[in-house]
């Protein structure tokens, strides 16, 4: 019997209202055909639209392989809307939405809404003459997904620029997730279709250290819908106003505030402008080449309310940075971050303390390597420091040798003994002052200078392993710390600024030495090398911007120009800096 066959009862018969309740529901519904509501789209018909959406799409290999086994991979709606908040996040680790297929996943999601809506208005004969066009718009949708996720995966890992390349000879990194496990895991989440598991696996594939977090939670911050600061009366300090709310909260998204578990709009003095806030706007104003009168006036408001996009940008790039490091810092190192000409010793805070989970035990100012001669700049590298050598011998390597020390010699005859440097002709001694050295070559000598006081490597060096004799050390012009800052004036290597405090360190850390001991030594003992009884981890890093425990942004200039190289790699406008040194808090 069908809902449409005669029926002998009068159409007003109850029996026959319940008849075709019965019919047109549930189970009986089903058995008589009266429910027509549409199915989910065949997989073969999803298959065939994701092989052919594979031939003329650009996907990774590892996406174009996932498929290879099998359909579609994100059925369920929860799991799409989970995948599509992932993606639309990855902002805030300075990858592009364009670049994870973010900008296309809204606009897929409701193509595919629209033609499940359509699709169900349609009646069963219309369906069964019709072409389904579910299966392609899924299959476009599960693409973006898989494809813009193990994009981002591999983003996260430091496979989007290659420093070696960018930089050649002067940037080393290190190759995160070598083996390919961690991408792996991330592929095997989505094969498995399991939404949270490729939420787990991204995440893993993050740097693990404090400062990458906290550089993200600045570029999360400058991405939100900051209000602008309202026009107004000149502020000044101690006054109040509807105003100081927002400028507390640009401030602190700029940089120039550490961040408070206390909201802006939470605080007991809601509308004061207080000494702590015009402080951090004399700060911006400084930063911004205003006059830092501290007052809240038309040209502040104005630059506060411009947009930050250049700063987003800056934190992009040094969020990659980061992705160039070892997951592993080590538990006791030298940091140097050449652009603040700053060198810190690190350790391990075993007690849980604030910061990175590591206690500064050392922090001086460094000169590093000249930025305005070729090959003098000093490389990103991580190495380790294996003997403290005090009155140390200076070899002098061929390019400084052909560059400074033969021109010297050709110019004064007496200038290299006067200087305590000793030549050696085919590794023979010989007296500089008889050499006629405007009649021979220099590729047939080499040099080496006695300590002294006209030594570069003043009175101690710290020897590492590198094979490009980059190391750290003294110096003998010690007037360039008087501001009680670095600069770039070295030839490559970094001059400490208290390099008798880093040995003392070292010597007692490592060695055992006695307090004091190695002080002496600097101050004027015999020349002597000590091998440390374990190397000593070294980092030297290029960050120009740099979140603190605190939350507190600093910048620094681009001492070597190495930002817009990099953020033409990712695709980025050209990050403007000024070359010098800013720290806005």
Same mark, same amino acid.
Request: glycine share 8%; with cysteine.
């Given at each position: ?421 000793? $030549?050696?002709?085919?590794? *023979?001694?010989?007296?500089? /002052?008889? %050499?006629?050295? +405007?009649?021979?070559?220099? =590729?047939? &000598? !080499? ?70 001991? $190695?002080?002496?030594?600097? *101050?004027?003992?015999?020349? /002597?090398? %000590?091998?440390? +009884?374990?190397?000593?981890? =070294?980092? &030297? !890093? ?44």
């Amino acid at each position: 019997m069908s809902p449409g066959s005669a029926l002998p009862l009068p159409v007003t018969s109850p029996l026959l209202s319940l008849a075709l309740a019965l019919l047109s529901w549930g189970f009986f519904g089903s058995l008589f055909g009266a429910d027509d509501a549409p199915q989910a789209p065949p997989e073969s018909a999803v298959t065939q639209a994701l092989a052919a959406r594979l031939q003329t799409g650009s996907v990774l290999p590892a996406t174009a392989a996932l498929y290879a086994e099998g359909g579609a991979r994100w059925t369920e709606p929860d799991a799409r809307a989970a995948l599509a908040g992932v993606l639309d996040r990855s902002a805030a680790d300075g990858v592009l939405p364009e670049q994870v297929h973010a900008d296309q996943v809204p606009g897929l999601m409701r193509a595919l809404e629209l033609a499940e809506q359509q699709w169900q208005a349609l009646d069963g004969e219309a369906r069964d003459t019709l072409a389904d066009p579910r299966p392609a718009r899924l299959a476009a949708l599960d693409l973006a997904l898989s494809d813009g996720v193990l994009r981002l995966g591999d983003a996260l890992r430091g496979r989007r620029a290659d420093p070696r390349q960018l930089y050649r000879h002067s940037w080393f990194p290190t190759l995160r997730d070598s083996s390919g496990a961690g991408f792996q895991s991330l592929a095997d989440a989505v094969r498995q279709s399991d939404a949270r598991a490729v939420g787990r696996a991204l995440d893993a594939l993050r740097p693990p250290h404090q400062g990458y977090r906290r550089l993200r939670a600045r570029l999360a911050a400058l991405q939100q819908d900051l209000a602008p600061v309202p026009d107004g009366a000149d502020l000044a300090p101690g006054e109040h106003s509807v105003r100081v709310p927002i400028l507390r909260e640009r401030l602190t998204a700029l940089g120039y505030i550490a961040a408070d578990t206390l909201g802006a709009w939470e605080r007991p003095d809601l509308y004061l402008y207080d000494d702590s806030l015009a402080a951090a706007l004399g700060r911006f104003e400084t930063a911004e080449g205003l006059d830092p009168d501290r007052v809240l006036d038309e040209a502040a408001t104005d630059a506060l309310n411009a947009d930050p996009a250049d700063l987003r940008r800056l934190l992009t790039l040094n969020l990659e940075r980061w992705r160039w490091l070892p997951d592993d810092l080590g538990d006791h190192f030298v940091w140097v971050n050449l652009p603040a000409f700053e060198l810190r010793v690190l350790q391990r805070d075993s007690t849980g303390g604030p910061g990175d989970g590591y206690a500064e035990r050392l922090r001086m100012p460094a000169n590093i390597g000249n930025a305005l001669t070729q090959g003098w700049t000093t490389p990103v590298i991580t190495d380790s420091v294996h003997t403290v050598e005090f009155q140390p011998v200076w070899y002098v390597p061929r390019s400084l040798a052909a560059a400074n020390v033969f021109p010297m010699a050709v110019r004064d005859s007496l200038a290299l003994w006067r200087s305590g440097i000793e $030549a050696f002709q085919n590794g *023979r001694p010989v007296d500089t /002052r008889l %050499v006629p050295w +405007d009649s021979v070559s220099v =590729s047939q &000598f !080499t040099f080496q200078q006695r300590p002294g006081p006209a030594n570069p490597l003043g009175r101690v060096k710290f020897l590492m392993h590198n094979p490009y004799a980059i190391l750290i050390h003294d110096t003998n012009k010690r007037h360039t710390f008087n501001d009680g800052s670095g600069s770039s004036m070295s030839s490559g290597c970094v001059q400490a600024g208290a390099p008798d405090q880093l040995a003392e360190y070292l010597l007692t850390t490592v060695n055992g030495w006695e307090p004091g001991r $190695a002080a002496a030594a600097w *101050r004027g003992g015999p020349r /002597r090398g %000590v091998r440390l +009884d374990r190397p000593f981890l =070294s980092h &030297f !890093t290029y960050f120009t911007a740099w979140a603190e425990a605190d939350g507190a942004l600093r910048t620094y200039g681009d001492t070597y120009g190495y930002d817009a190289r990099l953020a033409a790699a990712l695709g980025l406008d050209e990050v403007t800096t000024d070359g010098d040194q800013q720290s806005p808090s």
